[in-house]
T-cell receptor
Framework: AQKVTQAQTEISVVEKEDVTLDCVYE???????LFWYKQPPSGELVFLIR??????QNEISGRYSWNFQKSTSSFNFTITASQVVDSAVYFC?????????????FGAGTRLFVKA | EAGVTQFPSHSVIEKGQTVTLRCDPI?????LYWYRRVMGKEIKFLLH????????ESGMPNNRFLAERTGGTYSTLKVQPAELEDSGVYFC?????????????FGPGTRLTVT
């Protein structure tokens, strides 16, 4: 069965520190998509990144970077030089091609506090 | 381009009452989804519409929940009668046709509080 585990419930860092949010997933499908979403205090879900299972290249976007490793079924997210505005709940998610990519499975989320 | 909108943003009702949540997807998006996050847990899939048809409603918790999508445009999610455990944030999302169906755009959510 498909599952997404975010073992870190809450993380607290001081501004300018680097922080890594862990995500481990389970799927029997060979074709799937992985996502990260940010939920700021305002409540909406903000799409950050999508990765398909055939693309293991790591990606960097500004202060954000993602490390996808199929061998360990992990899709970790690192924020470099964190800022107070990064404080939010971050969700890792999985969508399987078998389901048509329609049913997205979310992890429980990691709440990140960045203190000034 | 307007994003996914949801109404109301927050609803407080008493146990036993009825509440209807509305979602307006991005114009032209055939796929519409409902998810909810209960008590700080993970966000869970409820159901998926393709145009006006229910494609997958495997996540609907019970028959107190009724979702409709009239004319394949906006969708409503009715909870009747509401129970305490229905409290949570209800998200709506939409996506285009099949090839990019996995790229779902989420609305701001409706926070439902049942007292």
């Amino acid at each position: 069965a498909q599952k997404v585990t975010q073992a870190q419930t809450e993380i607290s860092v001081v501004e300018k520190e680097d922080v890594t949010l862990d995500c481990v997933y389970e799927t029997r499908d060979t074709t799937y998509y992985l996502f990260w979403y940010k939920q700021p205090p305002s409540g909406e879900l903000v799409f950050l990144i999508r990765r398909n299972s055939f693309d293991e290249q790591n990606e960097i976007s500004g202060r954000y970077s993602w490390n996808f490793q199929k061998s360990t079924s992990s899709f970790n997210f690192t924020i470099t030089a964190s800022q107070v505005v990064d404080s939010a709940v971050y969700f890792c998610a999985l969508s399987e091609a078998q389901s048509g990519g329609f049913k997205t499975i979310f992890g429980a989320g990691t709440r990140l506090f960045v203190k000034a | 381009e307007a994003g996914v909108t949801q109404f109301p943003s927050h609803s407080v009702i008493e146990k036993g009452q009825t509440v209807t949540l509305r979602c307006d997807p991005i114009s032209g998006h055939d796929n519409l989804y409902w998810y909810r996050r209960v008590m700080g847990k993970e966000i869970k899939f409820l159901l998926h519409f393709v145009k006006e048809s229910k494609q997958d409603e495997s996540g609907m918790p019970n028959n107190r929940f009724l979702a409709e999508r009239t004319g394949g445009t906006y969708s409503t999610l009715k909870v009747q009668p509401a129970e305490l455990e229905d409290s949570g944030v209800y998200f709506c999302a939409s996506s285009q046709a099949r090839l990019t169906a996995y790229e779902q755009y989420f609305g701001p959510g409706t926070r439902l509080t049942v007292t």
